[in-house]
């Protein structure tokens, strides 16, 4: 079993800047690709950003240069550093990891950015 907690959401103006967290529980942490992916009303769940065991990162193109994942094994952590905040950013985010073939999800935190 995986829990994974979000924190870090918020109300910003745009341009503004967030840092969103997930910490994983359970052991292993170091060796699972992480993710975060957000979901906006009525739309579909998609990829912001992975990263990988090694930290190589990859990130959707309408994030690229103002988000940067990052992650601390040693506190089971997963961050994403989200500037340059636009409207169209608002959502709610998830952190997502796939454990034994397993997709785990956290609660969701949620992200609006106004104009």
């Known amino acids: 079993q995986v829990q994974l907690v979000e924190s870090g959401g918020g109300l910003v103006q745009a341009g503004g800047s967030l840092r969103l967290s997930c910490v994983a529980s359970?052991?292993?942490?170091?060796?699972?690709?992480m993710g975060w992916f957000r979901q906006a009303p009525g739309k579909l769940r998609l990829a912001v950003a992975t990263?990988?065991?090694?930290?190589?990162?990859n990130y959707a193109d309408s994030v690229k240069g103002r988000f940067a994942i990052s992650r601390d094994n040693a506190n089971n952590t997963v961050y994403l550093q989200m500037n340059s905040l636009k409207p169209e950013d608002t959502a709610v985010y998830y952190c997502?990891?796939?454990?034994?073939?397993?997709?785990?999800w956290g609660q969701g935190t949620q992200v609006t950015v106004s104009s």
């Open positions: 990263i990988t065991s090694a930290g190589s990162t």
């Open positions: 997502h990891t796939i454990r034994g073939g397993y997709d785990y």
């Open positions: 359970g052991s292993s942490f170091s060796i699972n690709t």
